[in-house]
């Protein structure tokens, strides 16, 4: 799970942090299809960090549109992304499922999603 020592650093460095978490992943991050294929493990790197942006953007922390050069990833788009490519892997439409931006845990979503 999530601890207060891994948001803080998140806080600190998202950037840094979102970079290094992500890169490997980022044709993924840019088609549903390709997230889909990804092995679970993987999936739940993606699924982890996701949630992290998510809590993080409560406490400010977000992708700056003013700065066309933030390479941070705007978190409700990855949420949304992550959700899409869960219920491609799944098989499944969004059948209802909550947006993470409205204050689900993505982790706990994403459970729900493959059937958890």
């Known amino acids: 799970m999530i601890d207060e020592r891994e948001l803080a ?3 600190e460095h998202p950037r840094g942090t979102e970079r290094r978490r992500l890169l490997p992943y980022r044709v993924a991050l840019n088609d549903t299809q390709a997230y889909a294929r990804l092995p679970e493990q993987d999936r739940d790197v993606i699924v982890h960090w996701a949630e992290i942006r998510r809590r993080i953007t409560g406490r400010g922390v977000d992708h700056d549109p003013l700065n066309l050069a ?6 409700a788009a990855l949420c949304a992304h992550v959700l899409a490519g869960e219920h ?3 098989g499944t439409g969004n059948g209802g499922t909550p947006a993470a931006g409205d204050g689900g845990n993505l982790i706990e979503i994403v459970a729900r999603i493959r059937g958890r």
């Open 9 to 11: 650093l998140a806080v």
């Open 70 to 75: 933030d390479p941070l990833l705007p978190a």
């Open 88 to 90: 491609r892997a799944a």
